[in-house]
């Protein structure tokens, strides 16, 4: 089950366009954001994986293996992340450390531990 804020809009992966049945790339433009070494892949196509434990509405989840970036289209232009849910996909014991910035300023950081046997629900809640 998804939960969130009245209004706000939810990411779900489910759909990305010509989606590939396994995996692939997030366009750059998806969800009305841009997205910079972004990945999906169908969780039930890696059972063994974390991954299992994110999928909440379709098949697909985001992932990716080094620095990830998603940002406005619009120069001056923020959003509000209110929360996530993460999941390491093969190894136990991943620091996962999400940073907001605004223009060139960073406001905030945290760090999350994640597991390959149960998902994190990380909530943000940092205004845009």
């Not at 039930?44 to 620095?67: C, H, K, M, Q």
Request: net charge negative.
């Amino acid at each position: 089950m998804i939960v969130c804020p009245v209004g706000a809009t939810v990411i779900t992966f489910d759909d990305i366009p010509n989606a590939d049945p396994a995996q692939g790339t997030i366009p750059a433009v998806y969800a009305n954001l841009q997205w910079v070494d972004a990945n999906y892949v169908n969780a039930t196509v890696l059972p063994a994986s974390g991954y299992r434990f994110l999928v909440v509405s379709g098949e697909y989840i985001a992932w990716n293996r080094d620095a990830l970036t998603v940002q406005t289209l619009l120069t001056n232009n923020t959003i509000t992340l209110h929360s996530c849910m993460m999941a390491a996909g093969w190894s136990d014991s991943v620091t996962v450390t999400v940073v907001g910035y605004r223009s060139a300023t960073q406001l905030y950081t945290i760090s999350f531990s994640l597991n390959t046997y149960q998902k994190v629900v990380a909530i943000f809640q940092w205004p845009g």
